[in-house]
């Protein structure tokens, strides 16, 4: 069992674990969502959860699961192509109580299985090691977690690039990204979200790394 932001996330499958860089960002998103909350809520008596939240590449289900517990008006989308993932997902919603008003788990390709559906807030960790590196990886995490959540091809960009090019059409409006990355693609990165259309910001971990973008259009 893994703490990450108060919740408990089982990771008795073969999952990808989570790792304290994702933890960061994921609490400075969930203060925008609970902001945007205040916002446009406050005088809720019961909550609706209209406030539309991805967590597209879910894992474990933890970034979802912390906003779904960290906030109170929300309602998650929980996106994964590995059947393994899509059960210890469910398994850590029920472990945090959430209720089954608040989500739905959706087996699919990126976004091929969202139809035209939008979002407030799309967050992501996709697989972002280049397979290249493949040799720099502990064996550890080689032996216990699964390939497809860690490599991704060339320089590690191939889901990155799949991502960025359809996102923009699953924001609503004013809807923000926010997505992990190695800071070793930044400058690919920066490349891709202009030729997107992208308005975009770059930001550092605990660690001081360039780890993840907040993007809008
Ligand atoms: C780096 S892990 C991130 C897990 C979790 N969000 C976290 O931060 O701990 C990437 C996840 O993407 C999933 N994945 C890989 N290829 C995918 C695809 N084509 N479509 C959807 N999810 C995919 C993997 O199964 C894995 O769970």
């Known amino acids: 069992m893994i703490k990450f932001l108060g919740c408990k996330i089982d990771v008795s499958k073969k999952v990808f674990l989570p790792r304290p860089e994702t933890e960061y960002w994921t609490k400075i998103a969930i203060k925008d969502i609970a902001n945007f909350e205040s916002k446009t809520s406050h005088s809720l008596k019961k909550p609706n ?15 979802g699961i912390a906003v779904l517990k960290h906030t109170k008006n929300t309602f998650v989308d929980f ?14 919603l029920s472990l945090n109580k959430i209720s089954p008003k608040r989500y739905r788990i959706i087996k699919s390709n990126v976004f091929a299985n969202l139809g035209g559906k939008r979002y407030h807030f799309i967050l992501a960790n996709p697989p972002y090691v280049a397979l290249e590196r ?13 390939h497809n959540a860690l490599f ?10 799949k991502f960025l090019k359809e996102a923009k059409d699953h924001l609503k409006p ?13 400058g690919e990165l920066r490349k891709i979200l202009i030729k997107k259309g992208y308005q ?10 360039w780890r993840y973008l907040v993007a809008w259009v």
């Open 200 to 209: 975009f910001e770059f930001r550092k971990d605990q660690f001081k790394k």
């Open 49 to 63: 959860y209209n406030i539309k939240v991805l967590d597209i590449f879910a894992g474990t289900g933890c970034i």
């Open 152 to 161: 991704a091809g060339k320089k590690g960009l191939s889901f990155i690039k």
């Open 134 to 146: 493949k040799n720099e990886v502990d064996k550890e995490v080689l032996q216990k977690e699964p």
């Open 79 to 92: 996106v994964d192509i590995d059947e393994e993932s899509l059960d210890q997902i469910l398994i850590n």
């Open 174 to 186: 004013y809807g923000k990204i926010y997505m992990e990355f190695d800071p070793r693609q930044i």
